[in-house]
């Protein structure tokens, strides 16, 4: 569905497309070398998807990460896959060509609980897609 939104920006109304089609593939396609790099428990790419800035958060079931350097070493102690065992459901919605946000649903490996990650997305001028904000969570049962 493709409907437009309309933002206030310092007095002049800038106007978003929702899920433009190739917005949302290059989306996709970054978001799913993410999960991959989850599963493999790959540093570099997943330290390569995250915007390198003081400002960049990540919240996670057992830490919080503020700015890219606390989130770097989190995942340098990690051992092993993702807690993911299985996606349930996967929301993918995409702002202009500059906006996105990624929002999945997953069965949490050996428990009978639900996942959630949230990101949000920014395509930034020189290095592109980048996630500025993330957010893991578990339901419990």
Not at 25 to 43: C, G
Not at 46 to 54: G, H, K, Y
Not at 78 to 88: F, I
Request: some cysteine; proline content about 4%.
């Amino acid at each position: 569905m493709r409907c437009p939104l309309s933002l206030f920006n310092e007095g002049a109304m800038q106007s978003f497309e929702i899920n433009l089609p190739d917005v949302v593939a290059e989306v996709t396609d970054f978001f799913e070398r993410y999960q991959q790099a989850l599963q493999d428990n790959d540093v570099a790419v997943l330290d390569a998807a995250f915007w390198n800035s003081p400002h960049t958060i990540r919240y996670a079931v057992l830490e919080n990460g503020y700015g890219f350097e606390q989130i770097h070493a989190h995942r340098k102690a990690r051992t092993g896959p993702s807690a993911q065992e299985a996606r349930l459901k996967t929301v993918i919605t995409t702002y202009g060509r500059n906006v996105a946000t990624t929002n999945i649903e997953y069965k949490v490996r050996g428990q009978d609980k639900t996942g959630r990650q949230t990101q949000t997305l920014i395509r930034l001028t020189d290095v592109g897609w980048k996630i500025v904000s993330a957010h893991v969570s578990i339901l419990p049962k």
